[in-house]
């Protein structure tokens, strides 16, 4: 397994050739929770076989979850690490990821997700099955949070597969073909994951999540048995980068947050013609419009 410290100025350039048809590239950005990374590593490795292979990026110097992370380079399944004193959050290590590897697809688990076991097999087996696949994801919201009649309509079979579509996945517990990276390219400055994958499926591939659900444990939702935010003093001690984007200060706030975005992507449009630039722009000035009237102030 190699590792390295240095350089985490990295260029965008991607690898061009796959190893083989099966094999899985998956990446795990540490920071500074070491219980919640012991727990979403060990269930990741745990559900990896010989074809897959762990890339581990530990972003800042937090010496608990360092020492930590560290002491898995000798594990089986981890392919590499590195070591980036400074936190360089998502965008960096993801293309490192995208640049560096050579597998048949890759995925980024996050270090507060546990995921399922036999996700890569459901995953690829439906790849393989489906050429029109990109990205497949796996659910991270509650039982709770999925309407039938808001989503029903965007569940669709595909041969023996069904797929809840929308145009991007979550960030966390996905399978995407290396062609869509090779087409994609990287994710761009200022690029969230989700716009990524709105490229993706504008591109003409098919994304959304396996349809009956494959769940990933989300440990930052305050709802999940293990999730340490049992408290609004526990928001502010373990805000997730989404959280802080969103300015979220109470727990009760953050669950809202969480079921607004499960409802978000159950009506979210499956149209390319949707995302389009010019279309955006427009719903994004009768938004702006709407809250300087004063006319929708409770609902952003």
Known sequence: MNSSIEGCSLADTLAPVMTDTRSIDILMITYRR??????????????????????????????????????????????RFHHCPENL??????????????????????????????????LRAAMDEEPRFGMLGCWRFQEEDFDA??????????????????????????????????????????????????RVGCAGWINGWYWPPLRQAHLDDPREPLSAIKSDADVLENLPLSAIRANIRTRAAWINRLQRSAREVQTASIEPSHYHPFRVMARRGIVKMKRWLWIDRHGY
């Open 149 to 198: 009649d808001l989503a029903g309509k965007k569940i669709q079979t595909f041969g023996r597969h069904k797929v809840l579509r929308n145009m991007w996945v979550e960030g966390s517990g996905y399978l995407m073909r290396r062609a869509c990276v090779q087409q994609a390219g990287p994710i761009r400055e200022r690029e969230s994951f989700s716009t990524y994958g709105i």
């Open 34 to 79: 070491p219980h919640y990374t012991r727990l979403a590593l060990d269930r990741l490795l745990a559900t990896c076989d010989e074809s897959m292979r762990v890339w581990l990026w530990h972003n800042g110097d937090h010496a608990e979850t360092l020492e930590l992370v560290k002491s898995y380079e000798s594990h089986p399944r981890v392919h």
């Open 89 to 122: 959050r998502l965008r960096e290590p993801t293309n490192w990821l995208f640049r560096e590897s050579t597998g048949a697809f890759v995925t980024k688990v996050d270090d507060d997700c546990l995921m399922p076991f036999g996700w890569a097999d459901t």
